[in-house]
Nanobody, 121 residues
Framework: QVQLVESGGGLVQPGGSLSLSCAAS????????MGWYRQAPGKERELVAA???????NYADSVKGRFTISRDYAKNTVGLQMNSLKPEDTAVYYC???????????????WGQGTQVTVSS
């Protein structure tokens, strides 16, 4: 199975920066996509940024130019550098990986526990 360990997050003033990190481990065959999602109170969970196995990236329009996703393929980690944070970025941020348990098995999603990011003065 997969284990995800998230770190980072916290409280920051508007305009500030935070970084998140997520490390994946476990007895799995391979990891495909890795990404970050967020869920604000009363809202649905939404994609923030994702990176494919090939290195392609996808960002929500609301974070383009402010957030940067990065991936370390050797360590199976994914990071999210968040700059110019706004109060509307306040949410619980979740790491998600798409993985293959064994050669030939179907891809599955696994979610982290989530980490709170609060942007407030």
């Amino acid at each position: 199975q997969v284990q995800l360990v998230e770190s980072g997050g916290g409280l920051v003033q508007p305009g500030g920066s935070l970084s998140l990190s997520c490390a994946a481990s476990g007895s799995i065959f391979s990891i495909s996509d890795m990404g970050w999602y967020r869920q604000a109170p009363g809202k649905e969970r939404e994609l923030v940024a994702a990176v494919t196995r090939g290195g392609g990236t996808n960002y929500a329009d609301s974070v383009k130019g402010r957030f940067t996703i990065s991936r370390d393929y050797a360590k199976n980690t994914v990071g999210l550098q968040m700059n110019s944070l706004k109060p509307e970025d306040t949410a619980v941020y979740y790491c998600k990986v798409k993985y293959q348990l064994r050669l030939g098995s179907s891809l599955r999603d696994y979610w982290g526990q989530g980490t709170q990011v609060t942007v407030s003065s």
